[in-house]
């Protein structure tokens, strides 16, 4: 199993830049979810899924798009980066969001400049 | 709304203990622990569900108050490997299902 999968690592786009940040499971998890973590904020939920089909936002979800048509994959797409944007993204999975251990992707390092 | 963790951080030497807690203003269905070292994921330590169930590993313990929505982290005899930082998640189920949210974390230091 390669686990939780996040392309690219590391990424720099200019102010209004678009860009999609991938991720995939191949745990055949339900519940996957993205996250940014900036200094001094721990783990902030951008947007989350409970299935393929199913979307639903978090706490900070202005500034971004996902969608879920399959199982394996959850794309989070920034539609016009900011700087406010910069921030390393983790994604992760799991079989529940409540009672199984969340599965944490690398992370991808994104700055906008 | 994020839980809280307290202390924001704190320093050992090798073979002191520690508590992290975190609080939350909703009632919880589950609330989760993690350990982040620099420039890596989080990794997972525990899950504690209403109604007394945990899941996680053996040498670390902790308890989950579900009437004051609160949790604690024990980190006992603690060694070098674990220093970092460590997040509470909390979820709350219902109307909510899904929304797994973390505190701002606790970074922990342990000095030989």
């Known amino acids: 199993n390669a686990g939780v999968t996040q392309t690219p690592k590391f990424q720099v786009l200019k102010t209004g830049q678009s860009m999609t940040l991938q991720c995939a499971q191949d745990?055949?998890?339900?519940?996957m979810s993205w996250y940014r973590q900036d200094p001094g904020m721990g783990l902030r939920l951008i947007h989350y899924?409970?299935?393929?089909?199913?979307?639903d936002q978090g706490e900070v979800p202005n500034g971004y798009n996902v969608s879920r048509s399959t199982t394996e994959d959850f794309p989070l797409r920034l539609l016009s980066a900011a700087p406010s944007q910069t921030s390393v993204y983790f994604c992760?999975?799991?079989?529940?969001?409540?009672?199984?251990?969340?599965?944490f992707g690398p992370g991808t390092r994104l700055t906008v400049t | 709304q994020q839980p809280v963790q307290s202390p924001q951080a704190v320093i050992l030497r090798e073979g002191e203990d520690a508590v992290i807690n975190c609080s939350s203003s909703?009632?919880?269905?589950?609330v989760h622990w993690y350990r982040q070292k620099h420039g890596e994921a989080p990794v997972f330590l525990m899950i504690?569900?209403?109604?007394?169930e945990q899941k996680g590993h053996e040498k670390i313990s902790a308890s989950f108050n579900e009437k004051k929505q609160q949790s604690s982290l024990y980190l006992t005899a603690s060694q070098l490997s674990y220093s970092g930082t460590y997040f509470c998640?909390?979820?709350?189920?219902?109307?909510?299902?899904?929304?797994?949210?973390f505190g701002q974390g606790t970074i922990l230091t342990v000095h030989p």
């Open positions: 992760a999975s799991s079989y529940s969001p409540s009672s199984y251990e969340q599965y």
């Open positions: 745990m055949n998890h339900e519940y």
């Open positions: 899924s409970v299935g393929a089909g199913i979307t």
């Open positions: 909703k009632a919880l269905y589950s």
């Open positions: 504690l569900l209403k109604g007394g």
């Open positions: 998640g909390t979820e709350s189920g219902g109307t909510s299902y899904g929304k797994l949210t």
